[in-house]
């Protein structure tokens, strides 16, 4: 099971790019100054530039 399928209901993923391959996560964590959370990275393995509704409230976008 990954990080979508254990979501609450409350979030649906609306729209998501392709993911991140291994060499642009490796490039991300050289680059920032800041440990980058496992869960990030994660998602960053199934979809990028994600838009998630929130309750049909409001968006999250990564």
């Known amino acids: 099971m990954n990080i979508f ?3 609450s209901s409350n979030f649906l993923v ?10 642009d ?8 100054s ?10 960053s393995k199934i979809a990028t530039e994600l838009e998630i509704n929130v309750k049909s409230e409001m ?3 990564t």
Do not use: C, G, H
């Open 5 to 7: 399928e254990e979501m």
């Open 59 to 61: 968006y999250i976008r």
């Open 34 to 43: 800041i440990t980058i959370p496992k869960d990030y990275e994660e998602m």
């Open 14 to 23: 609306e729209v998501k790019e392709p993911p991140a391959s291994q060499e």
């Open 25 to 32: 996560i490796s490039r991300l964590q050289n680059f920032s």
